[in-house]
C-alpha cells in the first residue's frame, strides 16, 4: 500500500514539473523552437481559422444565425418542459 502511494506521489510531482510540460509532445514550439514566448515574432505566426466553414459549402442554403439561434432557443424550451413534466422514458 505504501508503495502504491509512493508511485501516486512521484507521478503527480512530475506532471507539477516544468520540464515534463516544455518536452511535451502536444503543442509544437512554434517560430525557432523557443522557450519562450517571443512577442516581436507573434505577427509572423499562423493565423488561420480553427473550424472548416461547412456553411459555405452546402448544397443548400441555411438559416441565418439570428434564425439558429431562436431554433435552438425553442428546442431547449421544448426540452425543459419535458424533463420537468418527467415526460420521457428512458
Request: glycine residues 8%.
Amino acid at each position: 500500500m505504501e508503495d502504491a502511494r509512493g508511485q501516486i506521489s512521484e507521478l503527480v510531482s512530475s506532471l507539477d514539473r516544468r520540464e515534463g510540460l516544455v518536452n511535451s509532445g502536444a503543442t509544437s514550439p512554434g517560430l525557432g523552437g523557443s522557450k519562450e514566448p517571443n512577442m516581436e515574432n507573434r505577427s509572423a505566426t499562423r493565423n488561420r481559422p480553427r473550424t472548416y466553414p461547412y456553411f459555405r459549402y452546402l448544397p443548400y442554403q441555411v438559416e441565418d444565425d439570428a434564425q439558429r439561434q431562436k431554433n435552438l432557443q425553442d428546442i431547449i424550451d421544448h426540452l425543459y418542459i419535458a424533463i420537468e413534466a418527467g415526460d420521457f422514458a428512458p
